[in-house]
Structure formats: structure tokens, C-alpha cells
């Protein structure tokens, strides 16, 4: 099992431009999520999805789209990217009802993603 | 205030030391409480779970939750240089949605 994959891993973007993080899994997680990570600031969720075809907003949604089509999928889609945009961007899954015997959330290794 | 409040450290203690992490919270409401371990430039991974109050032991690690005083706690022993990274804790107020709210992390190096 490969479990959480993001691809690209590493981008550099100028002001303006726009790009799409794609995430995976493999584990027929029913939850899925993009947070982003900056120092001091910790995890914070961008946003979130119950299942296929169904997007919420988490804390820090403004900037950043989202698309399920399909259960093993979640895209995180930048329209404009921004400077405040820096950061490393996670992507994890979880099954719908904690299940102490498989763990919480599986995390992706990151993506970077530097905007000049 | 945020909801969940960590010490970002960081933290650099010999090798064979016992290594002590922690986190308050805000929110009376939490019952699973988690600590993830996040290696440079990877994603967090699991390492402890519990569910309110107690202790867990799993090897070298044990966690610790006290909810009257809203403080959990992760005491690794015998610490190795493998387990130079950065610990996060989380937590939930149940078993079911999406809401996992995460400290800033804990930096960590055991030197040899």
C-alpha cells in the first residue's frame, strides 16, 4: 500500500499563477483533508471532505479550492497564488469513526510549495 | 487563546535521557488525545493514542492525560537519536467528524 500520496512534492510559483495539488489514498478513507503548515502556526485545515463529491471549509479556506470526484481523490486547487501562500501543504485521510486498532489521520509527506 | 497550547521548544537532551513533552487545552470537551511524531520533511505519523483520562505505555513511550487540569503529556525513556523530531499533539471531542485540533509542535534532539 502506498497510502497518502501528494504530487507534486516541490513548486515554485509566481504572484498570479495557479496550480492544482493532487492527493491519493489507497486505504478507502472515507475522510480527507489539506492542511498547511508554517512555522509557529502549526496544522491548519484548509479544507475538508466526507466523501465523494462533498467539500467543506476548515480554518484557512480563503484563496483554495477543492474537488472530490473521486473517493480516493481530493484536489487543492490554488486560483491566483499569493506570497502568504508559502508554506508546505499536507494532505491526510481517516475513516469515518476512529478505530483506535488503525490509527487517525494518515498524512501525505507534504508538498512545498514556494510562491515568489 | 488558541485551543490547544505547546511549547515549541526546542528541545536537545542527551542520549539516554528521559524526555519530557506537553500540551494544554482549552476545551473541556476533548476525549481522544493523540501525539504525533513528524520527522524533518516528512508528515506526522501516529505514535500515541488515548481516550480521557489515564496513562498509555507502549515501549519507550508513555502518554498522559489529566483532564481536571486540561494538561497532557508524552514522557519517552531511554531516549535514542531516533527520536530526534518534532512532536505534535492533538486532539478530538469524539469519534466521529473532522475535527482534530493540533498544538504547534515540540522540537526535539537527542544527541548522541
Known amino acids: 500500500n502506498a497510502g497518502v500520496t501528494q504530487t507534486p512534492k516541490f513548486r515554485v510559483l509566481k504572484t498570479g499563477q495557479s496550480m492544482t495539488l493532487l492527493c491519493a489514498q489507497d486505504m478507502n478513507h472515507e475522510y480527507m483533508y489539506w492542511y498547511r503548515q508554517d512555522p509557529g502556526m502549526g496544522l491548519r485545515l484548509i479544507h475538508y471532505?466526507?466523501?465523494?463529491?462533498?467539500?467543506a471549509k476548515g480554518e484557512v479556506p480563503d484563496g483554495y479550492n477543492v474537488s472530490r470526484l473521486k473517493k480516493q481523490n481530493f484536489l487543492l486547487g490554488l486560483e491566483s497564488a499569493a506570497p502568504s501562500q508559502t508554506s508546505v501543504y499536507f494532505c491526510?485521510?481517516?475513516?469515518?469513526?476512529?478505530?483506535?486498532?488503525?490509527?487517525?489521520?494518515?498524512f501525505g509527506e507534504g508538498s512545498r510549495l514556494t510562491v515568489l | 487563546q488558541k485551543e490547544v497550547e505547546q511549547d515549541p521548544g526546542p528541545l536537545s537532551v542527551p542520549e539516554g535521557a528521559i524526555v519530557s513533552l506537553n500540551c494544554t487545552y482549552s476545551?473541556?470537551?476533548?476525549?481522544?488525545f493523540m501525539w504525533y511524531r513528524q520527522y524533518s520533511r516528512k508528515g506526522p505519523e501516529l505514535l500515541m493514542y488515548t481516550y480521557s483520562s489515564g496513562n498509555k505505555e507502549d515501549g519507550r513511550f508513555t502518554a498522559q492525560v489529566d483532564k481536571s487540569s486540561k494538561y497532557i503529556s508524552l514522557f519517552i525513556r531511554d531516549s535514542q537519536p531516533s527520536d530526534s523530531a518534532t512532536y505534535l499533539c492533538a486532539m478530538r471531542m469524539d469519534n466521529t467528524g473532522n475535527q482534530f485540533y493540533f498544538g504547534t509542535g515540540t522540537s526535539l534532539t537527542v544527541i548522541p
Open positions: 491526510a485521510s481517516s475513516y469515518r469513526l476512529y478505530n483506535p486498532n488503525t490509527g487517525e489521520l494518515f
Open positions: 476545551n473541556s470537551a476533548f476525549q481522544y
Open positions: 471532505s466526507v466523501g465523494e463529491g462533498t467539500t
